[in-house]
């Protein structure tokens, strides 16, 4: 009897991940060609439109053309490590959605489903270990490629990465002293009830949002592969489909992070001033998915309209940025928010 | 120095304030350029379902032409190989026989007419030499081939379509210039 419970439960999660998977894979997918599609119309031209109807056949095109293209391997490279750096990219970025809330429950064959693969309780830590693992992809690709550009990406990448990450964190340990809790899904729930996160931590947001923009290697902090002064960075010697996981992770990168923005500062599924316990369990979980796709999407198009808005940052100005402004902000905030907190506890 | 002209700005060196330091709210303006340039008319057109108008003078493809009859007004004269400053034009002559007179329209005609698309410079000097109306600049113009060969046209390719045969072909290869239709 234990067993066969168990089993379902496996079943249920596993076509949960495969869901969840490739929808992300999917949304990355179609964000090349929105990205495409934004800078085109934010530039007055119109972007992609002939693969299919209205170019929505184009990311297909452009996946194909990858695929075909001669795979090439550098003779000086370290073979194993070379393909293992995208494969490590993609990894990283496709296992960062196991614990976000995608909604609340569904009830399915008299079954209730939680829309969330794992309930970890550390949520918000499994998020930034294995975002934080993504630079290995990076860091090993830019290594093994043999190559003083590459180098000079995978360099610049992870002291990127964790010149951020330290920003990034201390914002965050703020929005923790408020909600009390590391599990997504608490937070979600939390913020239903109460009010968004962004409301109460503004300062916090910012810095996330600005950290988050240097953490996916999004304009302006694209350093790591700066076209125009290291022909395309960690990427130089990548060629084909490795070149196309790396690029591809990216776009994965930025669907995970706003999702993750979504969570933590906009209520996830939450659709404000509306009481989603009054409905059908099954529709309300369709609103919440739909909700925080919204949100979701409204990030992405922040990610490609700041993109084509301010040109990349120069290395010591991008430093300069992380150190000795984002560091001591976040560090003030959450010392406010601390004092805020016993202020009132009192 | 003296400046040339009065377009030269004083550059400012002022120290940036704290706002200007924030860096945000320039940022922000930014957005907002770039946002409002979502809803600006595009420049661009859907290139070969819509094409621009062309202007009167365009010069295009060559087309060698025909009267109303559908006779050639070609006598393979020559001086359009002469005029071509390219050296793009070579033709033969030859003699119209007896029953040939619904082909050709005089006594001369080309048995042989060839334009070197890769040589011609779509300069007009042909068309302005021809005595007989018989050979002129068309509005077509992005040909494109895999080979080089292919661009050596010949009479085949250049002969505009029969006006009785095939009238709307014909109409379509005129263009919008109805008064270089055979008129001479």
Avoid at chain 1, 140 to 165: D, H, T, V
Avoid at chain 1, 186 to 193: C, L, N, T
Avoid at chain 1, 229 to 252: A, C, R, V
Avoid at chain 2, 61 to 66: A, F, K
């Amino acid at each position: 009897m234990l067993l066969t419970v168990d089993l379902a439960l496996l079943l249920e999660k596993l076509i949960l991940v495969i869901v969840v998977v490739f929808t992300s894979l999917g949304i990355a997918m179609y964000t090349t060609f929105a990205e495409r599609k934004v800078a085109a119309i934010l530039q007055d031209r119109r972007g992609p439109n002939r693969a299919g109807p209205f170019g929505l056949l184009q990311p297909l095109a452009d996946g194909m053309k990858l695929f075909f293209k001669e795979e090439i391997i550098p003779n000086f490279s370290s073979k194993f490590l070379f393909i293992l750096g995208p494969a490590l990219a993609m990894l990283t970025a496709c296992m960062t959605s196991a614990v976000i809330p995608w909604g609340d429950k569904v009830e399915l064959f008299g079954r209730t489903i939680s829309l969330q693969i794992a309930d970890v309780n550390i949520g918000v830590l499994y998020v930034f270990g294995v975002v934080s693992l993504g630079v290995y992809g990076i860091m090993i690709g830019a290594w093994a490629s043999n190559n003083k550009f590459s180098l000079m990406g995978g360099l610049r990448a992870a002291s990127q990465i964790i010149s951020y990450e330290l920003a990034m964190g201390i914002s965050l340990i703020a929005l923790l002293m408020i909600t009390g809790t590391l599990s997504l899904k608490e937070m979600v729930v939390q913020q239903q009830h109460g009010y968004w996160n962004i409301v109460l931590q503004p300062l916090g947001f910012l810095i996330f949002l600005v950290c988050a923009f240097a953490e996916c290697n999004r304009t302006p902090f694209d350093l790591p592969e700066a076209e125009n002064e290291l022909i395309g960075g960690y990427h130089t010697e990548y060629s084909s489909m490795k070149l196309g996981f790396y690029l591809f992770s990216e776009y994965i990168n930025m669907f995970v992070s706003s999702v993750v923005m979504a969570t933590l500062f906009f209520g996830g599924y939450d659709v404000p001033w509306f009481d989603e316990s009054t409905l059908a369990p099954n529709i309300a979980a369709i609103i919440g998915v739909t909700a925080l796709m919204i949100k979701v999407v409204a990030f992405i198009f922040l990610f490609m309209w700041v993109r084509w808005t301010i040109p990349r940052f120069r290395y010591d100005q991008l430093m300069h940025l992380g150190w000795r402004i984002l560091i001591p902000l976040a560090l003030f905030n959450m010392l406010a928010t601390g004092g805020v907190i016993l202020y009132f506890n009192k | 120095m003296q400046a040339l002209t009065n377009k030269a700005k004083q550059v400012s060196r002022k120290p940036m304030n704290f706002m200007e330091k924030m860096y945000l709210p320039a940022i922000f303006k930014g957005m907002m350029i770039t946002f409002s340039h979502i809803f600006k008319k595009k420049p661009t057109i859907n290139y070969p379902e819509k094409q621009r108008p062309f202007s009167p003078v365009f010069r295009g493809l060559q087309i060698l032409n025909r009267d109303e009859e559908g006779r050639e007004n070609c006598t393979a004269c020559g001086l359009c190989a002469v005029a071509c400053p390219a050296e793009a034009i070579t033709m033969e002559g030859a003699e119209r026989l007896p029953g040939e007179e619904h082909l050709y329209k005089e006594e001369k005609y080309a048995a042989k007419y060839e334009i070197n698309m890769l040589r011609c410079i779509f300069c007009g000097l042909c068309e302005e030499a021809c005595p007989k109306d018989a050979i002129y600049l068309s509005e077509t113009f992005t040909p494109a081939d895999y080979q080089r060969k292919q661009f050596i046209y010949s009479k085949n390719d250049l002969l505009i379509p029969h006006p009785k045969e095939n009238p709307e072909e014909y109409q379509k290869a005129l263009g919008n210039r109805p008064q270089k239709a055979t008129s001479n």
